[in-house]
């Protein structure tokens, strides 16, 4: 019932084909530069995060909720997963956080929020905290 309900919620399959098919064909591989995902469930700050990574030359994936990060982060090399804390789904984006650090510990992460500020002693060790909106100077200095 629960995973029926996800489903319906996030409209993501059990295997997550739909995500992968309404984006990249190829997974991203680990080259030179950065692969990173951006996770975030208001459109319009996904689409400029996205733009501003991508002017900067990253190789970006975008996901609108945890469950979708999942799939492109077992499917790809993700070097940096940026985040925010508060969205829908089966996790938001401190589960999301805690998964990574657990089954990708060198996945470097940043966290972001409009609502909730976490200091240094509220993150782990390699995980950065940017409040929303997000400075498009110190995002891509914490990225680099």
């Known amino acids: 019932m629960l995973e029926r309900r996800l489903l319906e919620e996030t409209k993501a399959s059990c295997d997550g084909q739909e995500v992968i098919d309404r984006t990249r064909a190829e997974p991203l591989k680990a ?13 319009i700050l996904r689409y400029d ?10 190789r970006v994936l975008e996901a609108a909720n945890a469950d979708e990060a999942l799939v492109f982060l077992r499917r790809n090399d993700i070097d940096t997963l940026f985040t925010d804390i508060d969205m829908p789904g089966s996790m938001d984006g ?46 891509l200095r914490l990225i680099a």
């Open 31 to 43: 080259q030179s530069g950065s692969n990173v995902l951006v996770v975030e469930d208001e459109p």
């Open 94 to 139: 401190l589960g999301l956080v805690k998964k990574v650090r657990a089954d990708w510990p060198s996945t470097k992460v940043i966290v972001t929020s409009g609502l909730i500020a976490l200091s240094h002693d509220d993150l782990e060790t390699g995980v950065a905290f940017i409040s929303k909106p997000a400075s498009r100077l110190e995002l």
């Open 49 to 58: 995060t996205v733009d501003i990574l991508e002017r900067a030359g990253h």
